[in-house]
């Protein structure tokens, strides 16, 4: 099983800046697994943000974020980050951290989710 925790979430004027942190635990990440961040806005379906994978390749942005948003993710700690500028009204949701491994054991169903870190992003 893996756990995985975020945080850096909060309240901030539009923008401003935050960063979210995702480490997980209970397993060796390889190489081509891929670790997300996702995102819900009340009411709405949740959306993929960013993806990266454990090598810091396969990177991919939702358009929406492109040039103001930095996937990183970090070996030794297996912890992805989310570096998130000029922040909108329209970023503000509970942001998901993901991970999805290359190859799935019994019991990994579609992946691992995180708890959720809100953010909110005020006019």
């Known amino acids: 099983q893996v756990q995985l925790v975020e945080s850096g979430g909060g309240l901030v004027q539009a923008g401003g800046s935050l960063r979210l942190s995702c480490a997980a635990s209970?397993?060796?990440?390889?190489?081509?697994?891929?670790l997300s961040w996702y995102r819900q806005a009340s009411g709405k379906e949740r959306e993929l943000v960013a993806r990266?994978?454990?090598?810091?390749?396969?990177?991919y942005y939702v358009d929406s974020v492109k040039g103001r948003f930095t996937i990183s993710v970090e070996n030794a700690k297996n912890t992805v980050y989310l570096q998130m500028n000029s922040l909108k009204p329209e970023d503000t949701a509970i942001y998901y951290c993901?991970?999805?491994?290359?190859?799935?054991?019994?019991?990994?169903?579609?992946?691992?989710w995180g708890q959720g870190t809100q953010v909110t992003v005020s006019s």
């Open positions: 990266i994978n454990r090598s810091g390749g396969a990177i």
């Open positions: 209970g397993r060796t990440l390889i190489t081509t697994d891929l």
């Open positions: 993901n991970y999805a491994p290359t190859y799935r054991r019994v019991g990994d169903r579609g992946g691992y």
